[in-house]
């Protein structure tokens, strides 16, 4: 199982602290991915929101994104899915810094690895888009990130990027839920074509 103190990256570890403060009732750890093992798809975003995710302790949960995310997975009837981010903790201003995604990969390669009939990833943002693409060994040169797009990973699996569905990217009507429910229903088709 993992790891429930990771303490690898120090100026979020301290950060958290004094989140957890200001906040008691905070989660303020590790936010490991939540759901299905035996499910087909993935999503995957940026990091715990500081009032979602890094209060609940679940991928999420308890802020804009997750609940549209939540939102769409029952309108879908998607009940088989794993949800998790590309970094695990709540980065100071919602930016983690490059060694603090790196560090993260390690859990990204453990959470992935352990989805035994996974074909498709739904990466929410160009961050973890980013990260997932260096975690499958493809340059980032030859697959620029694009909101639809649509990627194989290796023989099993493909990737779907999709904007972050951020209040901020909503807002600007740079991805509404439409798009987002677009990109879950081709990742249900390419998962059971798969």
């Not at 200001?22 to 303020?28: A, K, S």
């Not at 995310?69 to 309108?75: L, S, T, Y």
């Not at 989805?115 to 997932?132: D, H, P, W």
């Not at 677009?182 to 390419?190: D, G, M, N, Q």
Request: glycine share 6%; with cysteine; aromatic share 8%.
């Amino acid at each position: 199982m993992y790891e429930t103190e990771c303490t690898l990256c120090e100026r979020i570890h301290k950060h958290l602290k004094e989140i957890k403060n200001e906040y008691p009732n905070y989660h303020c750890k590790p936010v490991w991915g939540k759901g299905s093992l035996n499910s087909r798809i993935c999503i995957i975003g940026l990091a715990p929101g500081l009032h979602g995710a890094n209060k609940t302790g679940t991928p999420f949960t308890a802020d804009f994104s997750g609940e549209l995310i939540r939102e769409i997975i029952k309108e879908l009837d998607m009940d088989s899915y794993f949800i998790t981010n590309a970094v695990r903790c709540y980065p100071e201003k919602n930016i983690p810094y490059a060694s603090e995604k790196n560090n993260c990969q390690t859990h990204n390669l453990e959470e992935l690895s352990r989805l035994q009939n996974l074909k498709v990833i739904v990466t929410l943002g160009e961050v973890a888009y980013r990260q997932i693409i260096k975690l499958y060994g493809i340059k980032l040169n030859t697959h620029k990130f694009k909101h639809g797009n649509v990627i194989k990973l290796n023989k099993e699996i493909h990737l779907i990027s999709s904007y972050h569905c951020s209040k901020l990217n909503i807002n600007t009507h740079k991805i509404n839920k439409t798009m987002l429910k677009r990109i879950f229903l081709r990742a249900i088709k390419l998962s059971n074509n798969g």
